[in-house]
């Protein structure tokens, strides 16, 4: 069994900063890329940060210059730093790893998801 756990929602107002965490656990044997992915309410769920091991980043381009990935390895844990948050920036955040399996499979596993919402 492989676990994700998120963690650092909240409530925020406009141009406040939170840190999302997201800590995998169970049988496996190193993870290759680790994702973040966000839902609104009546919208499609969509990537907004992704790093693998080599340590290759990709963000949406709404959320470039104001949030921030990154990962532990040691720990198995991926962050988001969101700053200057903007109010279309409410959502749910899912974390999403891609990694070796113990039996020696290639898997993905999902968070529960972590609500962000900005308003004043």
């Known amino acids: 069994q492989v676990q994700l756990v998120e963690s650092g929602g909240g409530l925020v107002q406009p141009g406040g900063s939170l840190r999302l965490s997201c800590a995998a656990s169970?049988?496996?044997?190193?993870?290759?890329?680790m994702t973040w992915y966000r839902q609104a309410p009546g919208k499609q769920r969509e990537l907004v940060a992704r790093i693998t091991s080599g340590g290759s980043i990709d963000y949406t381009d709404s959320v470039k210059g104001r949030f921030t990935i990154s990962r532990d390895n040691a720990k198995n844990t991926v962050y988001l730093q969101m700053n200057s948050l903007k109010p279309e920036d409410t959502a749910a955040y899912y974390c999403?790893?891609?990694?070796?399996?113990?039996?020696?499979?290639?898997?993905?596993?999902w968070g529960q998801g972590t609500q962000v919402t900005v308003s004043s």
């Open positions: 999403n790893a891609y990694f070796l399996h113990v039996s020696g499979t290639y898997r993905t596993s």
């Open positions: 169970g049988s496996i044997f190193n993870i290759n890329t």
